[in-house]
Protein backbone atom coordinates (compact mmCIF):
# COMPACT_ATOMS: atom_id res chain seq x y z
CA UNK A 1 0.00 0.00 0.00
CA UNK A 2 0.85 3.67 0.28
CA UNK A 3 1.24 6.06 2.58
CA UNK A 4 -1.06 9.10 2.10
CA UNK A 5 -0.92 12.37 4.14
CA UNK A 6 -2.86 15.52 3.27
CA UNK A 7 -3.13 18.74 4.81
CA UNK A 8 -5.49 19.81 6.23
CA UNK A 9 -7.19 17.75 8.09
CA UNK A 10 -9.93 20.04 8.51
CA UNK A 11 -10.89 23.40 8.45
CA UNK A 12 -13.65 26.49 8.87
CA UNK A 13 -14.09 28.47 5.76
CA UNK A 14 -15.97 31.57 4.81
CA UNK A 15 -18.20 31.59 1.76
CA UNK A 16 -15.90 33.66 -1.13
CA UNK A 17 -12.72 32.60 -0.06
CA UNK A 18 -10.50 29.50 -1.35
CA UNK A 19 -8.56 26.38 -0.06
CA UNK A 20 -5.90 24.97 -0.84
CA UNK A 21 -5.76 21.17 0.34
CA UNK A 22 -2.11 19.33 -0.42
CA UNK A 23 -2.09 15.53 -0.99
CA UNK A 24 1.36 13.81 -0.17
CA UNK A 25 2.20 9.90 -1.40
CA UNK A 26 5.10 8.57 0.19
CA UNK A 27 6.25 6.56 -3.05
CA UNK A 28 6.38 7.72 -6.78
CA UNK A 29 2.43 6.62 -8.46
CA UNK A 30 0.70 7.66 -11.50
CA UNK A 31 -2.17 8.10 -10.81
CA UNK A 32 -3.51 10.74 -8.26
CA UNK A 33 -7.46 11.10 -7.16
CA UNK A 34 -9.53 13.45 -5.69
CA UNK A 35 -12.88 12.47 -4.28
CA UNK A 36 -15.53 14.32 -2.37
CA UNK A 37 -17.84 12.62 0.09
CA UNK A 38 -20.84 14.93 0.91
CA UNK A 39 -22.91 14.29 4.49
CA UNK A 40 -24.01 10.93 4.67
CA UNK A 41 -23.44 10.17 1.54
CA UNK A 42 -20.61 8.19 -0.87
CA UNK A 43 -17.94 9.07 -3.03
CA UNK A 44 -17.90 11.25 -5.99
CA UNK A 45 -14.41 11.54 -8.12
CA UNK A 46 -13.86 15.01 -8.61
CA UNK A 47 -10.94 14.05 -11.15
CA UNK A 48 -7.87 12.48 -11.88
CA UNK A 49 -4.75 14.43 -11.94
CA UNK A 50 -2.67 13.68 -13.99
CA UNK A 51 1.43 14.61 -13.82
CA UNK A 52 2.24 16.48 -16.33
CA UNK A 53 -0.99 17.73 -17.69
CA UNK A 54 -4.01 19.16 -16.55
CA UNK A 55 -6.06 17.18 -14.87
CA UNK A 56 -9.68 15.14 -16.00
CA UNK A 57 -12.72 16.17 -14.52
CA UNK A 58 -15.83 14.20 -13.72
CA UNK A 59 -18.80 15.03 -15.23
CA UNK A 60 -20.21 18.46 -13.50
CA UNK A 61 -16.87 19.04 -11.67
CA UNK A 62 -14.92 22.14 -13.65
CA UNK A 63 -11.47 23.56 -13.75
CA UNK A 64 -12.33 26.74 -12.28
CA UNK A 65 -14.16 25.72 -9.10
CA UNK A 66 -11.10 22.72 -8.64
CA UNK A 67 -8.05 23.69 -9.86
CA UNK A 68 -5.62 20.37 -9.66
CA UNK A 69 -1.92 21.10 -9.59
CA UNK A 70 0.61 18.08 -10.24
CA UNK A 71 3.79 19.16 -10.02
CA UNK A 72 5.48 15.61 -9.49
CA UNK A 73 4.68 11.90 -9.06
CA UNK A 74 4.15 12.45 -5.07
CA UNK A 75 2.54 15.32 -5.07
CA UNK A 76 -0.49 17.05 -5.94
CA UNK A 77 -3.38 20.07 -5.19
CA UNK A 78 -7.00 20.40 -5.05
CA UNK A 79 -8.09 24.24 -4.67
CA UNK A 80 -12.03 24.84 -3.48
CA UNK A 81 -12.82 28.06 -4.87
CA UNK A 82 -15.26 31.07 -4.65
CA UNK A 83 -16.48 28.30 -1.71
CA UNK A 84 -20.09 28.53 -0.58
CA UNK A 85 -21.49 26.13 2.12
CA UNK A 86 -22.82 23.66 -0.15
CA UNK A 87 -18.96 22.88 -0.66
CA UNK A 88 -18.99 21.68 2.70
CA UNK A 89 -17.59 18.14 2.72
CA UNK A 90 -14.83 16.09 3.45
CA UNK A 91 -12.19 15.90 0.04
CA UNK A 92 -10.07 12.81 -0.10
CA UNK A 93 -6.59 11.74 -1.90
CA UNK A 94 -6.22 8.66 -3.52
CA UNK A 95 -3.28 7.13 -5.51
CA UNK A 96 -3.31 3.95 -7.53
CA UNK A 97 -0.28 1.85 -5.52
CA UNK A 98 2.43 1.41 -7.28
CA UNK A 99 2.47 -2.67 -6.82
CA UNK A 100 -1.17 -2.84 -6.50
CA UNK A 101 -1.86 -2.06 -9.99
CA UNK A 102 -5.63 -1.48 -10.12
CA UNK A 103 -6.35 -0.56 -6.38
CA UNK A 104 -6.93 2.44 -4.76
CA UNK A 105 -5.75 3.77 -1.32
CA UNK A 106 -7.44 6.96 0.28
CA UNK A 107 -5.67 9.48 2.62
CA UNK A 108 -7.09 10.69 5.71
CA UNK A 109 -9.31 13.25 4.27
CA UNK A 110 -9.77 17.13 4.56
CA UNK A 111 -12.97 17.93 6.16
CA UNK A 112 -14.57 21.13 4.90
CA UNK A 113 -16.56 23.40 6.87
CA UNK A 114 -17.71 26.54 4.67
CA UNK A 115 -19.55 29.35 6.56
CA UNK B 1 -23.28 4.24 -16.87
CA UNK B 2 -22.22 1.61 -14.54
CA UNK B 3 -23.81 1.78 -11.02
CA UNK B 4 -23.45 0.22 -7.51
CA UNK B 5 -26.12 -0.44 -5.31
CA UNK B 6 -25.68 -1.11 -1.43
CA UNK B 7 -29.46 -2.12 -0.43
CA UNK B 8 -28.91 -2.06 3.40
CA UNK B 9 -28.23 1.37 4.13
CA UNK B 10 -28.11 0.82 8.01
CA UNK B 11 -27.57 -2.54 9.85
CA UNK B 12 -27.69 -3.67 13.77
CA UNK B 13 -26.44 -6.40 14.88
CA UNK B 14 -25.14 -7.93 17.81
CA UNK B 15 -22.06 -9.27 18.69
CA UNK B 16 -21.23 -13.12 17.76
CA UNK B 17 -23.94 -12.69 14.77
CA UNK B 18 -23.44 -13.17 10.81
CA UNK B 19 -22.93 -10.56 8.83
CA UNK B 20 -24.13 -10.17 5.05
CA UNK B 21 -24.06 -6.84 3.43
CA UNK B 22 -25.06 -6.94 -0.17
CA UNK B 23 -23.07 -5.11 -3.40
CA UNK B 24 -24.78 -5.32 -6.63
CA UNK B 25 -23.61 -3.82 -10.05
CA UNK B 26 -24.63 -2.75 -12.85
CA UNK B 27 -21.61 -3.28 -15.63
CA UNK B 28 -22.37 -6.49 -17.73
CA UNK B 29 -18.62 -6.78 -18.78
CA UNK B 30 -15.11 -7.46 -17.07
CA UNK B 31 -14.66 -5.91 -13.23
CA UNK B 32 -12.99 -5.24 -10.51
CA UNK B 33 -14.27 -5.54 -7.27
CA UNK B 34 -13.42 -4.21 -4.12
CA UNK B 35 -14.86 -3.60 -0.19
CA UNK B 36 -13.60 -0.72 1.56
CA UNK B 37 -14.22 0.21 5.51
CA UNK B 38 -14.17 3.44 7.09
CA UNK B 39 -14.18 3.11 10.67
CA UNK B 40 -15.49 5.78 12.86
CA UNK B 41 -12.47 8.64 12.87
CA UNK B 42 -10.45 6.67 10.23
CA UNK B 43 -9.97 7.00 6.81
CA UNK B 44 -10.76 4.58 4.36
CA UNK B 45 -9.51 1.41 4.38
CA UNK B 46 -8.83 -1.86 1.71
CA UNK B 47 -11.07 -4.58 3.22
CA UNK B 48 -10.69 -7.17 -0.17
CA UNK B 49 -10.84 -6.85 -3.62
CA UNK B 50 -11.66 -9.25 -6.27
CA UNK B 51 -10.02 -9.42 -10.07
CA UNK B 52 -9.91 -12.79 -10.95
CA UNK B 53 -10.05 -16.50 -10.24
CA UNK B 54 -11.27 -17.94 -7.28
CA UNK B 55 -14.84 -15.80 -6.63
CA UNK B 56 -14.64 -16.57 -2.94
CA UNK B 57 -11.92 -13.78 -1.80
CA UNK B 58 -10.88 -13.47 2.09
CA UNK B 59 -9.79 -10.33 3.30
CA UNK B 60 -8.56 -8.72 6.72
CA UNK B 61 -10.48 -9.01 9.60
CA UNK B 62 -11.81 -11.96 9.25
CA UNK B 63 -13.95 -10.95 6.10
CA UNK B 64 -14.99 -12.54 3.15
CA UNK B 65 -16.96 -11.73 -0.29
CA UNK B 66 -18.43 -13.70 -2.58
CA UNK B 67 -18.45 -13.05 -6.62
CA UNK B 68 -21.87 -14.27 -8.62
CA UNK B 69 -21.54 -13.31 -11.97
CA UNK B 70 -24.86 -14.29 -12.94
CA UNK B 71 -26.04 -12.44 -10.71
CA UNK B 72 -23.42 -9.45 -10.66
CA UNK B 73 -22.94 -9.77 -7.02
CA UNK B 74 -20.15 -8.75 -4.89
CA UNK B 75 -21.72 -9.68 -1.57
CA UNK B 76 -19.50 -9.46 2.09
CA UNK B 77 -19.56 -11.84 4.49
CA UNK B 78 -18.03 -12.40 7.92
CA UNK B 79 -19.16 -15.33 10.25
CA UNK B 80 -19.11 -13.75 13.68
CA UNK B 81 -19.09 -9.78 14.06
CA UNK B 82 -17.89 -8.27 16.96
CA UNK B 83 -18.32 -4.49 18.29
CA UNK B 84 -14.57 -3.11 16.50
CA UNK B 85 -16.37 -4.00 13.24
CA UNK B 86 -18.40 -0.95 13.65
CA UNK B 87 -17.77 0.93 10.58
CA UNK B 88 -19.49 2.20 7.05
CA UNK B 89 -18.58 -0.15 4.49
CA UNK B 90 -18.26 0.75 1.07
CA UNK B 91 -19.03 -1.66 -2.12
CA UNK B 92 -16.89 -0.26 -5.04
CA UNK B 93 -16.77 -1.44 -8.94
CA UNK B 94 -13.67 -0.65 -11.56
CA UNK B 95 -14.53 -1.47 -15.40
CA UNK B 96 -10.98 -2.26 -16.60
CA UNK B 97 -8.05 -0.25 -16.66
CA UNK B 98 -7.96 3.88 -16.54
CA UNK B 99 -11.59 3.49 -15.70
CA UNK B 100 -12.69 5.10 -12.77
CA UNK B 101 -13.84 3.54 -8.99
CA UNK B 102 -17.50 3.98 -8.64
CA UNK B 103 -18.57 3.54 -4.93
CA UNK B 104 -22.21 2.38 -3.83
CA UNK B 105 -23.72 4.44 -1.09
CA UNK B 106 -22.46 2.90 1.99
CA UNK B 107 -23.37 0.74 5.03
CA UNK B 108 -23.49 1.76 8.45
CA UNK B 109 -22.60 -1.34 10.62
CA UNK B 110 -23.34 -0.93 14.54
CA UNK B 111 -22.34 -3.78 16.36
CA UNK B 112 -23.87 -4.34 20.38
CA UNK B 113 -21.79 -5.40 22.41
Known amino acids: SAVISQKPSRDICQRGTSLTIQCQVD?????MFWYRQQPGQSLTLIATANQGSEATYESGFVIDKFPISRPNLTFSTLTVSNMSPEDSSIYLCSVEAPRAVETQYFGPGTRLLVL | AQSVSQHNHHVILSEAASLELGCNYS??????LFWYVQYPGQHLQLLLKYFSGDPLVKGIKGFEAEFIKSKFSFNLRKPSVQWSDTAEYFCAVKKSSGDKLTFGTGTRLAVRP
Open chain 2, 27 to 32: YGGTVN
Open chain 1, 27 to 31: SQVTM
